[in-house]
């Protein structure tokens, strides 16, 4: 196991093999990112995608929450869509947009397109890992991938969608070639996660961020099958796997059994309802509404209160956003929530 002896001693690994800790473990989703001043200045004149091929810049950026916030694990500063550029995609991510796909995937002969993904094809990725380990001490770092549904709908429908009617229609319509779409985005996304995992990531999330569109019944059918291969391809490495998804409330139970070892909960629903969907025998992470924020420090913590209480009898909770920090957010705010959610759990 590569994880050093300290690191899995953390607050944020126990947690997620639902060990007891000495408070509850805290980051968020887009920690990294431009509710900071400090990212905002690294990143000016870079574009986002060059960006994550730059691995100082990565590190830096990957290191301004945990030095400014003291959340208990740090997230690789990357984005879903650096695999799909790497094997030759012809992509963007525009600002207030995110990801533009030149030519979308449509068609059987589109998928010879999605060649296999290997080391050599993301040789940044190692060394800022490597770097950023090295400075991280006994603070995990979190690798990260998109997951098949998620990546199928960027490359789809060309860009993001709020429907996503050309992915659902080759789902339903041509569910041969969705099938092996969603099997060619399983086989990159998990030669992915295994290149962070071997570069010194201690744990890793898969981010299905737009599955909540789906009914349990597809989930299950068409996509349950991908994501299940992704946890399998990294099982061996024991490095805790999450697994998370905005609206996804009527999926957690399935989202936990594709593989998962800690399900992600958005704040739509309370931690001991997602704790009864999830089952038994995993962790928990969420679920704080990402613009309570905006709200006085007051009410920031009486919702966090909630938070801690509906998680409270839980064995293994992570504390988190219900989705990513906004852009506009007060870095402040976070720091605070931080602060209170460690004092609130300490013993
Ligand atoms: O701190 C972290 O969480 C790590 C950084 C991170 C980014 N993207 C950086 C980023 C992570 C984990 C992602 C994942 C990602 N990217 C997801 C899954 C997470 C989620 O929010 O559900 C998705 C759906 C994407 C696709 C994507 N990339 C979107 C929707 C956007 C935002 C577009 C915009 O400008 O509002 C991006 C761009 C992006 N990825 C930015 C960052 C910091 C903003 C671009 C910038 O700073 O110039």
């Not at 929450?65 to 690789?76: E, G, L, S």
């Not at 996503?164 to 086989?187: Q, S």
């Not at 009898?313 to 705010?333: C, K, Q, R, S, W």
Request: charged fraction near 25%.
């Amino acid at each position: 196991m590569r994880t050093p002896p300290a690191t899995r001693d953390s607050a944020f690994l126990k947690a997620c093999r639902r060990e007891p800790v000495p408070h509850t473990p805290v980051w968020f989703m887009r920690q990294a990112g431009r509710s900071l001043p400090e990212y905002l200045k690294v990143r000016e004149g870079i574009a986002m995608l060059d960006s994550c091929m730059m691995p100082e810049l990565v590190t830096e950026i990957t290191l301004q929450p945990v030095r400014r916030h003291k959340v208990d694990a740090a997230i690789y500063f990357s984005d879903i869509v650096v695999p799909l550029k790497a094997i030759g995609i012809d992509l963007d991510i525009r600002p207030g947009v995110g990801p533009v796909i030149a030519e979308p995937i449509r068609t059987r002969a589109d998928l010879a397109r999605l060649r296999d993904l290997t080391p050599e094809d993301v040789p940044y990725v190692t060394e800022a890992i490597r770097m950023l380990t090295a400075e991280l001490g006994a603070t995990p770092l979190i690798g990260f991938a998109g997951a098949p549904f998620t990546l199928a709908s960027y490359l789809v429908e060309g860009g993001p969608s709020r429907n996503h009617e050309r992915t659902k229609a080759m789902m339903y319509g041509d569910p041969e070639l969705w099938a092996d779409l969603l099997d060619r985005l399983a086989e990159i996304t998990g030669a992915f996660l295994k290149v962070q995992i071997e570069a010194g990531a201690s744990a890793v999330q898969l981010f299905d961020s737009w599955v909540g569109a789906l009914a349990p019944a597809d989930y299950r059918r068409s996509v349950m099958p991908a994501s299940a291969k992704v946890f399998d391809a990294v099982a061996s490495y024991g490095v805790p796997r999450i697994h998370f998804g905005v609206g996804t409330g009527e999926l957690l139970g399935l989202m936990g059994e594709a593989g998962a070892d800690v399900v992600g909960v958005d704040w739509r629903v309370p931690m001991d309802e997602g704790a009864r969907r999830v089952g038994p025998g995993k962790a928990l992470q969420g679920n704080l509404d990402p613009a309570v924020l905006f709200a006085p420090t007051e009410a920031v913590e009486e919702k966090t209160r909630e938070v801690l209480d509906a998680a409270a009898g839980l064995e293994g909770h992570i504390f988190n956003l219900g989705h990513g920090v906004m852009p506009a957010t007060d870095p402040d705010a976070l720091t605070r929530l931080v602060e209170y959610v460690h004092q609130q759990t300490a013993h």
